[in-house]
Nanobody, 125 residues
Framework: QVQLVESGGGSVQAGGSLRLSCAAS????????MGWFRQAPGKQREGVAI???????WYADSVKGRFTISKDNAKNTLYLQMNSLKREDSAVFYC???????????????????WGQGTQVTVSS
């Protein structure tokens, strides 16, 4: 059974940093697209950063240069390093996975069939 468990969320002041982790079990993360999505109140869930099975990353324009996605296949863990956080980054962040080999991954949430429970990130000014 595939399980994704996020950790690392919290409250931080604008300009600060947080590192999210997503521990995966029940499958081998090296064969999956894995990504971070976020959902703010009243808004649709959106892709933030996604990493393909070959390590190719994709970032939303709003986080380019500030966020870094990475994964440790040996630990089956996905990370999101978030620097220079802004108030508009506040949201519930979700880890998601989709079995798909290669260098391309969908950037919308619909195709992803495994989700974590979410972790709250709150950025205050």
């Amino acid at each position: 059974q595939v399980q994704l468990v996020e950790s690392g969320g919290g409250s931080v002041q604008a300009g600060g940093s947080l590192r999210l982790s997503c521990a995966a079990s029940g499958y081998t993360s090296s064969s999956y697209c894995m990504g971070w999505f976020r959902q703010a109140p009243g808004k649709q869930r959106e892709g933030v950063a996604i990493i393909a099975s070959d390590g190719s990353p994709w970032y939303a324009d709003s986080v380019k240069g500030r966020f870094t996605i990475s994964k440790d296949n040996a630990k089956n863990t996905l990370y999101l390093q978030m620097n220079s956080l802004k108030r508009e980054d506040s949201a519930v962040f979700y880890c998601a996975a989709l079995i798909l080999l290669g260098s391309w991954c969908p950037i919308g949430p619909t195709p992803y069939d495994h989700w974590g429970q979410g972790t709250q990130v709150t950025v205050s000014s």
